[in-house]
């Protein structure tokens, strides 16, 4: 229990305090997760801006059982982040400067001042058209940014990487991720050549990766509703929760939001995000799967990072950041 909340304690300074070190030849970027530093005088951040901004950066995370926004705005001026290098280091920049003799484009830099990092400078001439281009750009912000958080955790786990777990799922699978060694290789119910469950718990919260191998056999084990029915029967056979005879299961009564997106080493990948309760107890929390194919095609392999943070207690922490470091975790997935 104190090894968990040493790395614990360290994985929320590195998210909310920088820069940290980095073996890059950039200082490493600040901000916490999931944070974007909004560049943007006042008359510019204001009216219908404002709410359009708000509306595409702020807007209710998908899949979860409280609305969270997908990302914390922290509002600064202009002149303060081109004068100021500690502001010039956070992770996540989105930079609207509107001016007469700007050029009307979208400069996208990766790792300019720190690394890892992302920004979007849009140098525009007036608010119209900063709102068009906001509109435009909006889905390639939002993948970017998701990245360079996915970059972030793979740093963050692989400086206090779990090698025995990495070889572990390596000489099971044939494939590789990378977990913290705060985590452990769970007991299932029923231990299967395809199936492991890993998870750490700690005092607050608990949180885990399912994975599970299976044949590929053609595109309809992409359908939404085949990837649900494939979870609950994985989770029923699978995972017990705290009460005797108790299990995990995709809850129903919500919505779900599924997508395609890119994953390394996986000819197709499909993303489903929604929530999870137990069935003959009060368990519950948001859940993230991705559906993949291997690159030969012969395998589907389902990743599903949950969480369950029932009590909220530590003012640091959300719902929304405890999925992130297990999505993160499946984002280092690699034959």
Not at 22 to 27: L, M
Not at 54 to 81: A, C, H, K, T, Y
Request: hydrophobic share 35%; net charge neutral.
């Amino acid at each position: 229990m104190k090894r968990i909340l040493v790395v614990f304690t360290c994985l929320l300074m590195l998210a909310a305090c920088g820069p940290q070190t980095t073996t890059s030849t950039k200082k490493g970027s600040s901000g916490k997760t999931l944070e974007v530093l909004l560049v943007a005088d006042k008359e510019t951040y204001s009216g219908e801006t404002k709410e359009l901004i708000d509306s595409l950066f702020q807007r209710p995370q998908d899949g979860m059982p409280q609305m969270e926004p997908i990302f914390d705005l922290v509002n600064i001026p202009v002149s303060s982040f081109r004068n100021t290098e500690m502001f010039q280091a956070h992770r996540n920049v989105i930079i609207c400067d509107i001016n007469p003799k700007n050029p009307n484009k979208v400069f996208f830099h990766t790792d300019q001042y720190a690394a890892p990092q992302v920004i979007f400078d849009f140098a525009v001439t007036d608010r119209a058209k900063l709102e068009e281009l906001l509109q435009k750009y909006e889905k390639r912000i939002l993948e970017d940014i998701y990245k360079t958080e996915h970059r972030r955790m793979y740093k963050v786990f692989k400086s206090i990487e779990d090698v025995e777990i990495r070889e572990t799922i390596k000489k099971q699978f044939g494939f590789s991720m990378i977990f913290s060694n705060e985590f452990e290789i769970a007991k299932p119910n029923n231990p299967s050549p395809d199936f492991m469950w890993i998870r750490k718990e700690a005092k607050d919260f608990g949180i885990g990766v399912l994975i599970q191998v299976s044949p590929y056999t053609d595109q309809k084990q992409f359908e939404e509703a085949v990837i649900l029915d494939n979870l609950d029967t994985m989770m029923r056979h699978h995972v017990p929760t705290s009460a005797p005879g108790s299990y995990m299961g995709t809850e129903r009564r919500l919505d779900f939001h599924s997508q395609p997106v890119t994953f390394e080493d996986a000819s197709y990948c499909l993303e489903t995000r929604g929530c999870w309760r137990s069935f003959g107890d009060f368990m519950g929390g948001p859940f993230v799967t991705y559906t993949l194919s291997s690159p030969d095609n012969t395998q589907l392999i389902t990743l599903t990072g949950y969480v369950y943070y029932p009590s909220g207690r530590l003012k640091n922490l959300s719902k929304r950041d405890l999925l992130m470091q297990v999505e993160g975790i499946c984002h280092t997935f690699k034959y």
